[in-house]
């Protein structure tokens, strides 16, 4: 076969396989509308059975919405929610991520911090309200703290299990082309190869952190969980159902663009 055949054939299965992967998505998107319908539908249908103030309907929440963006408070409500959801998401990714290749990679660490880790860890974030008023104040310093904790935990397990299943095989590979030193060790070998696991605990703890707005508000601190707890305390429900869904699109956005970064960092594998 000559090398114009040759480059024709791979021509013709890159195309063919470009346009399984298009018919592949495109079956994906359809199914994706087609539960989403249906869940509008099930909603719409089981809310004509109570009254609004139990579960209104699909519809009455649109108009809320919109009604809630026309005024300038869910914006507000957002940016509030953002300004302690973005430093506590940063403080708990960087520290649960530092601490786990800590441990992860030095027995000593590890040794030392376990018996702390077991003690802390069953402690829920919502717990650490009090500690968050006396250190802080009811402020989004004291918000931002809740939200790290949490966030703090996912993190720390993904890296240090990520550390610990870095095969031993390839470590000795690296140490007998001369990189010896712990520190180079970490940055050339461990890291690269506990990346992946790495990265799914932040993309973990980027959605469990927006899930811990609302907690983190509970004690006063303005943003889209305190608007939450005050429409649920009013029996206004259409409030709350169109509150949530800012928590879930600001977390389908963060979470997109995550997975993009993902992608990317990790196209060498």
Not at 50 to 62: E, R
Not at 187 to 192: A, E, F, G, M, Q
Not at 227 to 242: C, E, F, G, W
Request: hydrophobic content about 55%; glycine content about 12%.
């Amino acid at each position: 076969m000559s090398e114009a055949t040759d480059e024709s054939a791979f021509g013709e299965g890159s195309g063919a396989a470009d346009v399984l992967r298009g018919e592949r998505n495109l079956r994906r998107y359809a199914y994706g509308v087609a539960g989403i319908v249906g869940f509008l539908a099930v909603w719409w249908a089981v809310a004509g059975t109570q009254p609004p103030y139990i579960l209104p309907g699909p519809a009455s929440v649109a108009e809320t919405f919109v009604a809630e963006l026309r005024s300038g408070a869910m914006v507000e409500a957002l940016s509030q929610s953002v300004r302690h959801w973005a430093p506590g998401t940063v403080a708990g990714t960087v520290l649960g991520v530092a601490l786990g290749l800590l441990m992860g990679w030095s027995p000593l660490a590890d040794d030392a911090f376990t018996p702390v880790v077991r003690v802390l860890r069953p402690v829920p974030p919502i717990a650490l309200i009090g500690f968050a008023i006396a250190w802080f104040g009811i402020n989004h310093a004291g918000a931002a703290f809740i939200v790290a904790a949490g966030g703090f935990w996912i993190n720390f397990y993904a890296t240090y299990g990520g550390v610990e299943n870095v095969s031993e095989e390839l470590v000795e590979v690296a140490r007998s082309l001369d990189v010896r030193s712990g520190p180079g060790l970490v940055r050339k070998v461990v890291l690269p190869a506990a990346l992946p696991e790495i990265l799914t605990g932040v993309r973990t703890g980027i959605g469990r952190c927006w899930m811990l707005v609302v907690a983190a508000e509970l004690f006063g601190v303005p943003g889209i969980g305190q608007t939450i707890v005050r429409a649920s305390n009013n029996l206004a429900v259409d409030v709350v159902i169109a509150y949530i869904l800012v928590l879930s699109l600001m977390f389908l956005l963060v979470d997109s663009a995550f997975r993009s970064f993902q992608r990317r960092v990790l196209a060498w594998q």
